[in-house]
């Protein structure tokens, strides 16, 4: 009983997120306000401009998306969001086929953020 109640909040809040996202989402929205600015390796440069020393937490290089190339672009596609090309946003199967399997499983096993939900959610 416990995990048929477990199961139906867990649809209402789904639900009730797919119908947030799809009201918010009939709205424009100016994306300029939005820059994405990871944090980046510092390059220490001598007087004489040899490069001495790298500072950073994390070893990145910020690149565009034109810089990469074709089969990386499409590898992340197909392990982050299959159904990337055919959703606006959000994929309403992909959280009808979560909210299913976590039902079954009586927990939260499975996840349906698409890469547009894992960027707002980042940003």
């Avoid at 510092?42 to 994390?58: H, M």
């Avoid at 998306?65 to 590898?75: F, S, T, V």
């Amino acid at each position: 009983m416990k995990k048929i109640g477990i199961g139906l909040l867990v649809l209402f809040f789904m639900v009730a997120m797919t119908g947030a996202v799809y009201l918010l989402s009939v709205k424009s929205v100016d994306l300029s306000d939005f820059v994405y600015r990871p944090d980046q390796k510092t390059l220490v440069y001598s007087e004489d401009g040899e490069l001495i020393g790298e500072l950073y937490s994390e070893n990145r290089t910020y690149v565009t998306l034109d810089q990469m190339p074709d089969h990386l672009k499409e590898a992340v596609v197909a392990v982050e969001d299959g159904r990337f090309y055919n959703h606006h946003g959000y994929d309403v199967l992909g959280i009808v086929r979560a909210t299913i399997t976590n039902i079954k499983n009586g927990e939260i096993v499975e996840g349906a953020s698409t890469i547009t939900q894992q960027l707002v959610r980042n940003l």
